[in-house]
């Protein structure tokens, strides 16, 4: 099977895969500004359709030039489709929004609602103008009964043929001769068949590619790599993998193993601001090996034997944190609630998921 080696965006960047994409939610990382981000030498960032929607509205995104020129970022730019928050805000809660053939209604506040559909995810990913467009999914609880993740599968081949629809209709309106990735994404839950029927309907249809859809984790919270492999089989030939959410280092080096291209995960940033950072077990950076069961460790400031430590962070990395501050001196601008604390931990890990990248890249 022939596989893409480089995501090309729509202002001519030709990237090499796999590529790391850190959540830039609402068109910001918390802590950072664009060019923090950029020197940690990441290559896109991942935006999110739903909440974009409610703020700041895509009308101030397109008269600013879209989502690139708003937040003055010249790499990639991928957005998801608002399926997520299908999961997270309506079936993990008691929520009263809607799912329906038709689209979602959020109820977001007891003031606040807002409806979604397979084709306006669609209008504002493509007026926000990323490069990688993701087809709206009905997102398969974890632990869904059988009927629940058919269900869910159902809606999703539902929603991916309006979506592509949608999507032609606005290439052809507007003549769009590059156009955005467009992918669509496998849901099932941990059925097999449902997966595989599920990814079979969407190739028909005919998309860029797939995403891993739906929870991530097994019933005993391990990454769930028979799925993996299930939607890997079932992609057509040239199709780009996506991992929706997967975020975990050996998660992502197991993926990319096996074929996956693209990863995002609030995991690096979220991880900074609680005082979790990543670091390469090795000396320097040219002897970072991934092919090492553990490659990577975890290092928390909080730790009174970090007090009086004046070696750096990590020897395996050229962040700004590693290169110019000791663990001792990193550990006071927690203890003393400075905010560069949380810039620094922040660039410190997407530098580490990016270093993570260039290896992979390498293979």
């Not at 950072?32 to 935006?47: E, H, I, R, S």
């Not at 489709?81 to 993990?92: A, R, T």
């Not at 929706?244 to 609030?266: M, N, Q, T, W």
């Not at 270093?355 to 390498?362: A, F, W």
Request: aromatic share 10%; hydrophobic share 35%.
């Amino acid at each position: 099977m022939t596989s893409p080696t480089h995501f090309n965006t729509q202002d001519k960047l030709r990237l090499k895969l796999p590529l790391f994409f850190p959540d830039a939610t609402v068109a910001s990382i918390k802590s950072l500004d664009m060019l923090d981000v950029a020197n940690t030498k990441t290559k896109g960032v991942l935006v999110n359709t739903l909440h974009l929607k409610v703020n700041p509205g895509i009308q101030t995104i397109k008269k600013a030039g879209g989502i690139k020129k708003f937040m003055n970022w010249h790499e990639a730019v991928i957005s998801d489709s608002g399926g997520f928050q299908i999961m997270s805000l309506i079936k993990s809660s008691s929520s009263s929004s809607k799912i329906t053939d038709e689209g979602v209604v959020f109820q977001l506040s007891k003031k606040q609602k807002v409806r979604l559909t397979p084709e306006e995810s669609i209008r504002i990913q493509m007026d926000l103008g990323t490069d990688l467009v993701v087809v709206l999914d009905d997102f398969t609880p974890p632990n869904a009964k059988r009927s629940e993740a058919k269900d869910s599968v159902t809606r999703t081949i539902l929603w991916a043929k309006k979506s592509k629809i949608e999507f032609e209709r606005i290439c052809s309106r507007k003549k769009i001769i590059k156009k955005p990735y467009l992918i669509a994404v496998v849901q099932g839950g941990n059925f097999k068949d449902l997966r595989e029927y599920c990814a079979k309907k969407l190739s028909e249809i005919g998309f860029d590619g797939f995403g891993y859809g739906g929870w991530p984790l097994d019933e005993n919270g391990n990454f769930d790599k028979e799925v993996a492999l299930t939607i890997k089989k079932q992609a057509p030939e040239n199709y780009l993998l996506y991992g929706l959410g997967i975020g975990k280092p050996e998660d992502i080096v197991f993926c990319a193993s096996i074929g996956y291209h693209i990863f995002d995960c609030v995991l690096p940033t979220r991880d900074a601001r609680h005082k979790r950072l990543y670091v390469f077990n090795a000396r320097n950076i040219s002897d970072i090996n991934i092919k090492e069961k553990k490659f990577y460790s975890y290092y928390n400031p909080d730790k009174k034997i970090y007090s009086n430590d004046f070696s750096p962070v990590s020897t395996a990395c050229d962040c700004p944190l590693c290169k110019n501050h000791s663990k001792a001196y990193f550990r006071h601008l927690w203890k003393t609630n400075e905010l560069s604390a949380m810039r620094l931990s922040t660039i410190h890990n997407l530098r580490f998921y990016s270093l993570l990248m260039e290896n992979l890249q390498k293979k």
